[in-house]
């Protein structure tokens, strides 16, 4: 039974450019979260996509955005890249209305 | 604003040791109270969890004690072991409309177990 899946692993960007990351979930689940979690911290929501909708958002600009394909995978894309948005970015699969979420290992994010 | 508070943030504790963890929460329409294990490059793994109709949770060497009148819900590691050296996030959780959830984080806490 796969887990969550993430790619890539790590990518290097430069500040200003555009980056999109990659996420499968869990076999079964159709919801998908991301979080940001900066060095030495807990995790932050982004947002949730449940029915390729966004479901639930959390304090992030509008430069933070997803989607979700009809097979429940889902992108995060960032644009205009700043230095602050240097993390490592989780992914995590639920089911329904399920409350219990599994993450995935995550995209490590580094922007120069 | 943090919604919920982790202490310590780091943690020494002998092997056969128990280690423990505290968080409080403010939101009290709060209603799901998880734990996270996070190893260096991994992402975060459910440990265990607990409603707050339930005082305590008990899984193996982990234990989840909850005080709903103080807000306040802590994990216990029975006889710690350095393969439990890693960070620990406590997380809350709510119903924010059709059933829709998301994860409140604590900031961590580092444990390091000692032979």
């Known amino acids: 039974d796969a887990g969550v899946t993430q790619s890539p692993t790590h990518l290097i960007k430069t500040r200003g450019q555009q980056v999109t990351l990659r996420c499968s979930p869990k076999s079964g689940h159709d919801t998908v979260s991301w979080y940001q979690q900066a060095l030495g911290q807990g995790p932050q929501f982004i947002f949730q996509y449940y029915e390729e909708e966004e479901r639930q958002r959390g304090n992030f600009p509008d430069r933070f955005s997803g989607h979700q394909f009809p097979n429940y995978s889902s992108e995060l894309n960032v644009n205009a890249l700043l230095l602050g948005d240097s993390a490592l970015y989780l992914c995590?699969?639920?089911?329904?209305?399920?409350?219990?979420?599994?993450f995935g290992p995550g995209t490590r994010l580094t922007v120069l | 604003q943090q919604q919920v508070k982790q202490s310590p943030q780091s943690l020494i504790v002998q092997k056969g040791g128990i280690s423990i963890i505290n968080c409080a929460y403010e939101n009290t329409a709060f209603d799901y109270f998880p734990w996270y294990q996070q190893f260096p490059g991994k992402g975060p793994a459910l440990l265990i969890a607990?409603?707050?109709?339930?005082s305590e949770k008990k899984e193996g060497r982990f234990t989840i004690s909850f005080n709903k009148s103080a807000k306040q819900f802590s994990l216990h590691i029975m006889d710690s072991q350095p393969g439990d050296s890693a960070t620990y996030f406590c997380?809350?959780?709510?119903?924010?409309?059709?059933?829709?959830?998301?994860?409140?984080f604590g900031k961590g806490t580092k444990l390091s177990v000692i032979p």
């Open positions: 607990i409603r707050p109709d339930v």
């Open positions: 995590a699969s639920s089911l329904g209305d399920r409350v219990t979420q599994y």
């Open positions: 997380a809350a959780s709510k119903d924010s409309g059709a059933g829709s959830y998301q994860l409140t």
